[in-house]
């Protein structure tokens, strides 16, 4: 060996070593499961969904009907369900009967388009990540695949059709530069590919496995929203096969974060964190979870939703709130307009939420759930329900006007940085009184907002806090208000 070759392995051998120390995940759910979830995620919070691809051309669903689907992603799915489908109907006298799905891919022109301008709009809103549509099942993908074209016999990229842009990688790189966590959404199938509905096998091997590894190289997300699993068991998806690449050889080995949806059996079981969709969440649970919805009744853009079918900013930061104080995050969605423009409404509410958030995120980023996460007023507690799909979640109601009879929530906690923090859902008047406070060798409470000093004294286990008169006016405007407790448990 010469002297150079000598100095080369002397200053290779502590890389080889760190490589070698890192763990090796094996093809197994036993191996995959056994990794830890990389700490950003739980210290995030708060993400955004982003629901934007073909579907967003005829951005159309039937709101209020309890047969059909909501969601106008799903456009091309209902079509086909049956000629008395409202959507159907839509698209007949609409576009004509023999306007096919493809026609849209032209149209989808995002011709208005500014990435920079929606990676701002997601920092002001307080959100901390994004996942974006990569591919829904439609299988047009946001950035140039050649799976894509080739599995379909047609452009069926944004790069080669419609946009004529790469709108994944230019968001990827604009919400990077904010200093964002940039993900993706991927489904695993696709409704009509040809492939998949001739050999799925075939299909999972020479389109599916080797798309999404060209989507990882080419977008390095920090987070993979993985779905449509539930038409395969895992083994068939080879789920933890393509998972051991993802953790072992990827360029996003280390920081990438997944979900659970890689097979009709993992949801709930395994993957990365639990996922639900519009439900109130996980009721207690220590694994991390995300509850994901709509503003409205859609992920994807749906031009028939009035302004009465959103969510109020207000409803919207209590179930920010409600969620962190349980121990899961928020990925709250925005369906972009074909023509690459965020609705205004929805820009309003994300802003909305940066207001407060700007003030109060304390007491939300990088907090824990406490072994009491709500105080109650006298009355019956109601009980959500806890779904992975589809269920009522009226938290707003249980804040501001609960049935008669019923518990109101007084406040919700949360734990970090030494102290809990209560965040109140109405005004301080007088005085406030958290109970069950374990205060240790003594608490010192100020106000999140401005950070002034309070009086407080300890009661037999609880907390009174003192509000002083002008500073209770002064705080008319607020939403919610946060009391900071340092050195309380």
Not at 332 to 361: K, S, T
Request: some cysteine.
């Amino acid at each position: 060996m010469t002297r150079r070759d000598l100095l080369l392995s002397c200053a290779a051998a502590p890389l080889a070593a760190a490589v070698s120390a890192s763990p090796r995940y094996q093809p197994s759910w036993d191996s995959i499961d056994g990794r830890p979830s990389p700490r950003w995620y739980a210290d995030s919070k708060f993400g955004i969904f982003i629901h934007w691809g073909v579907y967003s051309v005829p951005a159309y669903a039937p709101v209020y009907s309890k047969t059909e689907m909501k969601y106008a992603e799903w456009y091309w799915h209902s079509l086909n369900n049956g000629p008395e489908s409202s959507t159907r109907k839509f698209h007949e006298r609409v576009y004509g009967p023999n306007f096919s799905y493809f026609d849209f891919a032209p149209m989808f022109k995002a011709e208005l388009y500014d990435p920079d301008q929606w990676a701002d709009v997601i920092k002001r809103s307080g959100a901390k990540y994004v996942a974006l549509t990569s591919k829904h099942h439609e299988g047009f993908t946001l950035w140039k695949n050649a799976e894509a074209n080739r599995a379909w016999g047609r452009p069926w990229n944004a790069v080669d059709i419609g946009p004529k842009r790469d709108v994944a990688l230019e968001l990827m790189e604009a919400g990077r530069r904010k200093g964002l966590r940039m993900g993706i959404y991927y489904s695993l199938y696709e409704w009509y590919n040809p492939l998949w509905l001739a050999d799925k096998p075939r299909y999972v091997a020479a389109h599916m496995f080797p798309q999404f590894r060209d989507a990882v190289n080419h977008l390095k997300p920090s987070i993979i929203f993985s779905d449509g699993e539930w038409e395969l068991p895992s083994a068939d998806w080879r789920s933890a096969e393509l998972l051991a690449w993802l953790f072992n050889e990827s360029p996003v080995a280390g920081e990438v974060v997944i979900n659970d949806r890689w097979g009709k059996d993992t949801r709930h079981r395994h993957g990365g964190y639990y996922t639900t969709e519009y439900t109130s969440g996980m009721q207690a649970s220590a694994h991390p979870w995300e509850e994901s919805r709509g503003m409205a009744f859609s992920y994807g853009y749906n031009r028939t939703e009035g302004a009465e079918d959103y969510r109020t900013d207000r409803e919207l930061l209590m179930m920010l709130i409600d969620i962190v104080s349980r121990g899961g995050n928020l990925l709250l969605d925005i369906g972009p307009r074909a023509d690459g423009r965020i609705p205004p409404i929805m820009e309003e509410r994300l802003l909305q939420l940066g207001e407060w958030l700007r003030v109060n995120g304390e007491a939300i980023y990088g907090t824990r759930a406490r072994n009491v996460t709500r105080q109650w007023s006298e009355g019956t507690v109601p009980v959500l329900e806890e779904k992975e799909y589809m269920s009522e979640y009226p938290i707003t109601a249980l804040v501001d006007t609960p049935p008669t009879g019923s518990a109101r929530v007084e406040a919700f906690f949360t734990l970090g940085n030494g102290a809990v923090y209560a965040i109140l859902p109405r005004r301080p008047i007088s005085e406030v009184l958290l109970r069950g406070i374990d205060a240790g060798a003594g608490v010192h409470v100020t106000l999140l907002d401005g950070g002034q000093p309070l009086e407080s004294r300890m009661e037999n286990g609880n907390l009174r806090v003192s509000i002083p008169t002008a500073l209770s006016a002064s705080l008319a405007a607020r939403q919610a208000y946060v009391l900071k407790l340092a050195g309380a448990k």
